[in-house]
Structures are given as structure tokens and as C-alpha cells.
């Protein structure tokens, strides 16, 4: 009976020991290693090759064009006559203003003339004083009238003038809008004369490329028309504001070294460097949100536990998101499933692929 109860006893005390599940293996997790991968590449944009001095010229008044002198490509020299303007009506009008100025002068002859009788009969004593004065207040209205009519003439003679457009600077015609027959106002671009030895790119960067381009940043530019080809170059202008109606920022990058090669008007591939920085891009599926901070996943080498890394984040790009600080060189973060982490969780790192 004894051992029957020690039996039942034992069975008893087995069935009430509880199992222990089978440990888990560590759960497989993308990864990618901080370095040259993920190092941010350089920021690289569209520009147009063209000319640091560039001159649209206009007339200064308006009228019909009756001839041009120069076409597209015209190498001209300063004060050379671009276009010319109708003149008969301006013309009319500068004689006009002479011959004002002729009638104001011989008016200025005979009031002196006057006054010098009326001084005579004055010392005789056979007219007042008062009459005098009144023929001296004539002689100055006189010359004012002169200087009137010179000063209004001198404006005649410069609308006369301001029929021929002149080139202000030396330089090669690059573009013309407008023809003979062509009635244009005043201050409207007809010929744009620009100066070929001083090329430079020019450059419309959106508002999400503009971080990191600023002054003397070098730069490195290829023609597409002749790819093989690299010219060294620096940013040499930022505009301060962005434009209106594009909401883009011109900047322009100098090319002291360009060659004949380098036309105006051609297409060129700009790719901006910044040596000192330390910008890293990763995946945007690594970067979540964990305890009201924004953090990446660091996969502990030693033990495979996986800890929350809070993150400064730059910039949104199509690629990726990029990473400022926090993260050092030969780190391993997770970049998949990173929502589903807790810290102290064990995973099984796994390389990603990512394109150079």
C-alpha cells in the first residue's frame, strides 16, 4: 500500500510540473553598416552655360524699328549701332527746340539792347529809375528763357539720339526680339549682348536642394555634349530669395578654367561637393518614432540585442532620409520591420543591398 501511494504520489507531483517552451531562435533583421554606402552622395543638377556679364538692351523710347544692323552671333564692340528707329517725328522736334532757342536768344539781344538806351536816358535824367528796373527784370527773364530753351532742346537732341541703339559693352549677340517694322516701347529687350570669356553655369535648385550649397563650394561640370570632360568650379552667387513664380533659387558656378568647348547656351551636369560633411543617408523605413523621439535600431555586435538610437534627420530625398548625427561609422542599423523592435530584443543581423 505504501509503494502504491508513493507511486500515485510521484505521478502527481510530475503531472504538476510545467513545461518550459522551446527558446526561440533570434529573429532575422535587415541591416545595412554605416560607411561609404551610406555615406549622403553629392548633390548633382541641371544648368544652362552662360555668360557672367550679360546686357539686354532696349531703346530708351519708343517708336518703330526700321532697321537692324546685327544678327545672332554678331561679335560687336561697344558704341557699335545695333538697331535704328524711325527719327522723322524726333527729328521734327529737335528743330523745333532750336529754333525756340534762336527766338529766345534774339529776345535776349534786344532786351540788353533796351536796357542800354534806358541807361543813357537815365544818366540825362529824362526817365525814372523805376523804368530801369523794369527792363533789367526783362533782361533776366530773358536769359532764363534761354537757358530754358537750351535745356529743352539739349532733351530734343538726346531723343533724337536715342533713335540708335548702341551697344553699351563688347560682346557677341546672343539673342534678338525684334524685327524691322516692329513697333516697340521704351525699355523693351530687343538685342542681348553677352560677354564670352567669362562663362559660368547657371542653375534653378529647388527648395529641397538647396541645403549645403553656399559660396566657394566646389563643384564639378560636364557638358552633355561632350560628357568625358570635367571642369573644376565654384559657386560663386546664391540668390537670397527664391523666385516668385518658380519658388527656385538661382545660383551660378564660376569656370575659370572652360575652354572653347564650353559654348553659351549649353546643357551642363553640376555635381555640388561638401568636404566637411558628415551627412549619412539611410533608408527611410530605418527612421521611426519610439518613446517621442525620432531614433534608428543599433544592433548590439557583441550580444545581437537591438537598442533605440535617438537621431538628428536632414533632409527628405528620393533615395532616403538623411542622418546628421548620432550614428558613427561600422554601426549596423536595422532598416526593415524596425516598428516591430523592443529593446534588448536578439536579432539575426542581415546584410542589405544597397546600390553604390
Known sequence: MKIFLLIISGLFLFGCEQTQP???????????????????SPTILIGEIRSRYETAQGFRISGKIIKRYVDVGAVVKKGQILAKLDNQDTGLTAKAAQAQVQSAQADLVLARA????????????FISKQAIDIQEAKLKSAIALVKQTQAQASVSDNQFAYTDLRAEREGVVTEIHAEPGQVVAAGETVVRI????????????????????EINLPAEVRLWAEPTRLYQGKVREVAPAADSVTRTFQIRVALPDADNNVRLG??????????????????????????????????????????????????????????THGLQTGEQVV??????????????????QINP
Open 335 to 352: 532598416v526593415a520591420g524596425v516598428h516591430t523592435l523592443v529593446p534588448g530584443q536578439v536579432v539575426r543581423p542581415v546584410q542589405a
Open 194 to 213: 553677352a560677354k564670352p570669356e567669362d562663362r559660368e553655369v547657371s542653375i534653378a535648385v529647388p527648395e529641397s536642394r538647396m541645403q549645403g550649397i
Open 114 to 125: 533796351e536796357l542800354d538806351r534806358l541807361q543813357q536816358l537815365y544818366q540825362r535824367k
Open 266 to 323: 549649353m546643357t551642363a551636369g553640376v555635381r555640388f561637393y561638401n568636404k566637411d560633411s558628415q551627412e549619412l543617408l539611410l533608408p527611410l523605413p530605418a527612421v521611426t518614432q519610439y518613446a517621442g523621439e525620432t531614433v534608428v535600431w543599433v544592433v548590439n555586435p557583441e550580444n545581437g540585442q537591438v537598442e533605440s538610437r535617438a537621431v538628428q534627420t536632414g533632409m527628405f530625398r528620393e533615395d532616403g532620409i538623411i542622418i
Open 22 to 40: 522551446p527558446q526561440l531562435p533570434p529573429r532575422p533583421a535587415l541591416v545595412v553598416t554605416v560607411g561609404e554606402k551610406t555615406t549622403a
